[in-house]
């Protein structure tokens, strides 16, 4: 195990970031946000405080993480990715919206679960949840939440099979069995879910 990297253009204001980290050029974290450990954030990132990066997790080029959004142990956001908090934003200092903003009711937090991959510049709407090991496709708009392991794409996003752990798209048989191509795992699935078996 080893120091944080942090590169020397980056502007990194919080003190908590796991062993192995490595924040890339130009990117900007604020304070009070918690990076876990092993976790590769790339050039010209910024991190709001209030955010969360699990361990493991990975961070493209460009991205944009807000107050709320969650990104929970090893997923993997690609390039250009855009989350919101807001599902109804306007300007704080609009005279005409500054009572919404008088207090934090506004706010819709996200949560990116476990092993979780969002795809290069996807859109998460606030206040949607990315079940663990899911696959949100390039260019999709996320306005509803997503189930484990689902491999979703469009506009909006919609649900159109599953993917193994590992991330390989499963091919289930009239059983409804499946075994994934690269790793070898067995699935069921039943009543619009998928089960590991082995």
């Known amino acids: 195990m080893s120091d944080p ?3 020397p253009t980056a502007l990194v204001e919080t003190e908590t970031i796991g062993e192995d980290t490595k924040i890339w050029a130009y990117t900007h974290i604020m304070k009070d946000v918690p990076i876990g450990a092993n976790c590769n954030i790339g050039d010209s990132c910024f991190i709001e405080s209030g955010a969360i990066v699990g361990n493991n997790v990975t ?12 990104l929970e142990d090893g997923v993997f956001v690609g ?4 989350f919101t908090n807001d599902r109804f934003p306007r300007s704080p200092r609009l005279p005409e919206a500054g009572m919404r903003y008088e207090t934090h009711d506004w706010f819709a ?3 990116i679960k476990y092993g979780a991959t969002l795809g290069a510049a996807a859109v998460i709407l606030p206040g949607v949840t990315v ?3 899911a696959m949100v496709g390039a260019g999709s708009i ?5 189930p484990s392991q689902a491999l979703t794409i469009g506009n909006p ?6 993917v193994c752990e590992c991330g390989e798209k499963l091919d289930f048989d ?6 994934c191509g690269m790793c070898g795992k067995k699935y069921q699935q039943h009543a619009g879910k998928i089960k590991k078996v082995s």
């Open 109 to 111: 937090p996200t949560l």
């Open 79 to 82: 390039p250009h990715v855009f």
């Open 131 to 133: 079940g663990e090991f």
């Open 142 to 146: 996320v306005t509803k939440d997503i």
């Open 174 to 179: 009239p059983a409804d069995q499946a075994k």
């Open 5 to 7: 990297y942090i590169h």
């Open 157 to 162: 996003a919609r649900q159109i099979g599953w």
């Open 59 to 70: 961070i493209k080029n460009g991205n944009m993480l807000f107050e709320g959004i969650t």
